[in-house]
């Protein structure tokens, strides 16, 4: 190889790895470029305070924050106006971001059918009419648990009996409200609750509340536990208050002195027996004495056929 050739075949080379180096540069700064673009801060609309499901939106309860743009969800807001008379179908928290999946559609008013949107798949949303006792004294609210009590006559009891017996247990509340019925003429307002139920649970509670009175008993927030619950009566509720019972004492028997059965006698000749049995007498209490008294002890000796009585007497 001649020295033009090999200067050649050297420059070719060297500029095959420059274009290399070239491309591996320009690469690298394309995806810090990229990167310093997904980092960028853009203008998101969040929430100001917290609001339950069904609030209406407007500008003063929402405000712009900024956050990378690789964070932002999907559906998001950046101009506070374009969420400006939305209605809310999920609560939201103070700092929380206002997407679409949290808002009523658009053609949707106020109020109407946010219940569709929060009931789980599956479930029904079932209102049944409550007492302000009934309702616990107006501090159920919505997302509590609750269990329902009815208080019924019990079928065929010839007394006439009540029961009061939990049916549901650890049931979601999903709104709690108020409707008009009229009264003697006159409009009154019966207070009501709406809770989470599967189809068979929204059955039997429709059944119940046509059968008798409802209860709620409002749950702990960490208690979900099942209790078993066997249902009170009048006559349970008062034979386990604490109540003292007198019951009637068993007379009792006085003491029966045990007779002592004589040896029975046998017809067939005995052999001379070995063994010896001891009968003690009852005892006989000696003459006392002035100066000490004493006591005695009379014991039989049984020796085959033959008895021997010996007289102890006790210092």
Do not use: C
Not at 151 to 160: F, M, Q, Y
Not at 223 to 241: E, F
């Amino acid at each position: 190889m001649t020295r033009p050739q090999a200067v050649t075949i050297v420059t070719i080379v060297a500029l095959a790895f420059a274009g290399l180096a070239s491309w591996g540069v320009y690469s690298y700064l394309q995806t810090e470029a990229q990167k310093t673009k997904a980092g960028q801060a853009e203008s998101i609309v969040v929430a100001v305070s917290e609001f339950p499901i069904g609030t209406k939106l407007d500008q003063t309860q929402v405000k712009v924050s900024t956050m990378p743009k690789s964070s932002i969800p999907a559906g998001s807001f950046s101009d506070p106006k374009a969420v400006s008379g939305r209605v809310l179908v999920r609560h939201v928290s103070p700092g929380d971001i206002i997407t679409e999946q949290k808002l009523m559609p658009k053609e949707g008013s106020q109020m109407a059918g946010v219940m569709t949107y929060i009931i789980p798949q599956g479930h029904r949303a079932v209102t049944v009419g409550v007492n302000e006792v009934a309702g616990v004294a107006g501090f159920v609210a919505p997302n509590n648990r609750v269990d329902v009590v009815l208080t019924t006559p019990i079928p065929r009891s010839a007394g006439g009996e009540n029961i009061s017996k939990i049916i549901l247990q650890n049931v979601t509340v999903l709104a709690t409200g108020q409707i008009t019925e009229q009264k003697e003429g006159k409009p009154v307002v019966v207070p009501t609750v709406t809770l989470d139920l599967t189809p068979e649970d929204s059955e039997r509670l429709i059944l119940a509340a046509s059968k008798g009175s409802l209860q709620l008993l409002l749950r702990s927030i960490i208690d979900t536990q099942p209790v078993d619950s066997k249902g009170a009566t009048i006559t349970k509720v008062l034979s386990g208050s604490g109540t003292t019972v007198a019951l009637p004492e068993a007379p009792v028997a006085a003491p029966v002195a045990k007779a002592k059965a004589a040896p029975a006698k046998s017809t067939k000749p005995r052999r001379a027996a070995r063994s010896k049995v001891v009968i003690a007498a009852p005892a006989v209490q000696a003459p006392a004495s002035a100066s000490s008294p004493r006591s005695s002890h009379s014991v039989t000796f049984i020796d085959g056929g033959v008895r021997t009585t010996k007289e102890f007497v006790l210092q």
